[in-house]
């Protein structure tokens, strides 16, 4: 529930259904395309959907997944086709799907084989295709392109997509132009970097060719395990697509977030944040989990971003608490105030039964040393210039405001202007009183400020909830969004098709043995095809390799191919303790 002085401003807006309360609230304005019998973009609802992570060639066992995601919630199911032949039996899929009565679109996966992709495109309603790895390769040996030879890939390219593009429209089947941080070719790193912008340079790339031979069926996504790689590269995105003109609609996703807790909280804070700025028609929420799990996440993301209006009817709605209008673009030096701000670690504070708490990484609390200002929604609205006067002359106060995001960027860049270096904790204006609700409420704001690097602090409530909760809450948000990192960091696939071991397993051995190395990242990847280039912000990684083999990696080089899955988990321990990155026995 919302603090008191939230419930006039919701009410209104929730009640509202005027259109031109709701344009100012959406930054991006998406085309509406067809996929089967769904309309996604425009004013459409969100579209929740997931992925199978069956054998494709097992009938029974990918039907019987793809049922009981339909029946959680997935509007659309995607299935690997990793060569022709899984391609060809999407249809009997597709085929025994119908006669249970399930008539969800299917989404068909691609890497590597164009001659998949149009098999695909001619049995499901939708294709997903990489960029990276479609026409291009990300590991080529060419280097150092020059224009000529960039343009000349480019043309090879759009001749690749012509038969797809030409199936597509005689079909009526969508295209996912679907870029992976950690797959991009090696000519658009060569020219661009891993980095955000080399992603959206990749996607373009594709957009612009696919429209220049008229398909306009498209879809796209900005992918990455880093929650503010992904959230920059949507924005940028976001932004050369409406000045392009090809703001097709948008599907978001953190890929590779892991499993359990700290799963839920890389991908609710990511996509909360672009939700939050307009941006995204359709999501998935990828936990290294049964994918029926995935649903119950992603529907309380997009329930706190659509609403039932007075005629029944689901409709898109930023919360004003939720809502981003103001661009950070700047970095706030602050000042030591006791154990807050300056160069201390960003903090973890604990409001409990009428007391402010500091905890620390060992679960324990403290009081808070520092002195501590309350700021709320209306001090910031009305009364900031006074505010402002007060803090010039408390240099030593450090500032706990619980407001919605929108008023506590305007308070922290007002600090900014003014030359003020007063620390600033974060609090969400939500009531919570489970730790589900606290979870979701405080990865969504004040998430979306912590990934664009603000704040000193959040205040986590433990008045309903237990003490344990909000402190791991607390700190497990801090390490999604990169503020402070207090634990192993573990980038893992939900794995598909492809993986030819159990991952859910093997990730749960994998963090016994190596949880307690902080600040290490350990990526557990299901196989070759994304598992190395999306790992590539690991320290370490396992990756399947398929017939009961293991490839260990460190960093982005392999060190041990073929190790057996029987001794994977014992040699990737003697890899980290051999590089001097082991702690303990």
């Excluded at 609802?45 to 494709?56: G, K, V, W």
């Excluded at 730790?435 to 704001?445: G, T």
Aim: glycine fraction near 10%; charge should be negative.
């Amino acid at each position: 529930m919302l603090r008191p002085h939230f419930y006039s401003l919701i009410n209104t807006l929730l009640l509202c259904d005027n259109s031109a309360s709701k344009t100012n609230l959406m930054h991006y304005h998406s085309l509406e395309i067809k996929i089967g019998n769904l309309r996604i973009g425009g004013r459409n609802p969100i579209c929740l959907q997931s992925m199978t992570n069956t054998p494709t060639m097992d009938t029974k066992a990918t039907v019987d997944q793809a049922t009981r995601m339909i029946e959680a919630g997935s509007a659309m199911v995607r299935i690997t086709a990793q060569g022709p032949k899984e391609a060809a039996h999407l249809q009997v899929i597709k085929g025994q799907l119908k006669a249970l009565g399930y008539n969800v679109p299917l989404i068909a996966d691609i890497h590597y084989s164009p001659e998949a992709a149009e098999i695909a495109a001619g049995i499901v309603e939708k294709v997903r295709i990489n960029p990276g790895n479609y026409v291009d390769r990300p590991n080529s040996a060419k280097i150092n392109y020059t224009n000529a030879e960039y343009d000349a890939e480019l043309e090879k390219i759009s001749k690749r997509l012509a038969p797809l593009l030409s199936i597509c429209k005689e079909n009526g089947t969508a295209v996912r132009i679907g870029v992976n941080h950690g797959s991009l070719s090696q000519r658009i790193v060569d020219r661009y970097g891993d980095t955000p912008e080399g992603m959206v340079q990749s996607a373009l790339e594709f957009t612009r060719i696919c429209h220049s031979q008229g398909f306009h069926n498209l879809v796209l996504s900005m992918k990455s395990s880093n929650v503010r790689v992904m959230v920059s590269a949507y924005l940028i995105l976001a932004e050369k697509l409406m000045a392009e003109g090809l703001n097709y609609p948008l599907h978001l996703g953190v890929t590779e977030a892991g499993d359990g807790e700290d799963g839920r909280l890389k991908s609710i804070a990511g996509i909360g944040a672009l939700l939050a700025r307009g941006i995204g028609d359709t999501i998935r929420v990828s936990l290294t989990e049964d994918p029926e799990f995935e649903l119950p996440v992603a529907k309380s993301i997009v329930d706190r971003f659509q609403q039932l209006n007075e005629k029944g009817e689901t409709v898109r709605i930023i919360r004003p608490d939720l809502l981003v209008n103001v661009e950070a673009g700047y970095s706030r030096e602050t000042s030591a105030c006791g154990n807050i701000g300056g160069e201390n670690p960003v903090a973890v504070l604990i409001h409990q039964n009428g007391q402010y708490l500091i905890a620390d990484e060992d679960d324990s609390v403290s009081p808070v040393i520092s002195q501590m200002i309350l700021v709320d929604e209306t001090m910031i609205t009305d009364k900031l210039p006074d505010l402002l006067s007060q803090l010039s002359k408390q240099p030593e106060m450090v500032i706990l405001a619980e407001a919605g995001a929108d008023r506590l960027r305007t308070l922290d860049k007002a600090l900014f202007h003014s030359g003020l270096k007063n620390p600033l904790i974060l609090r969400s204006p939500i009531v919570c009183n489970n730790p589900q609700d606290l979870l979701v409420e405080n990865s969504l704001n004040p998430g979306n400020l912590l990934i664009d690097g603000i704040g000193n602090g959040i205040c986590m409530d433990a008045t309903e909830v237990p003490l344990s909760d909000a402190i791991r809450i607390g700190f497990g948000l801090l390490q999604a969004t990169r503020m402070r990192i207090s634990r192993t960091e573990f980038i893992s696939c939900p794995s598909c098709g492809r993986t030819l071991f159990d991952i859910q397993s093997t990730l749960q051995q994998v963090k016994a043995r190596t949880g307690h190395l902080k600040g290490l990242k350990i990526g557990v990847m299901g196989c070759i095809v994304n598992g190395p280039g999306e790992m590539a912000d690991a320290d370490y990684g396992y990756v399947g390799a398929g017939n009961g083999k293991v490839n260990l990696y460190k960093g982005k080089v392999p060190i041990k191919r073929g190790v057996p899955e029987s001794e994977a988990v014992d040699a990737l321990v003697e890899l980290i303790k051999e590089n001097g990155d082991w702690k303990g026995n």
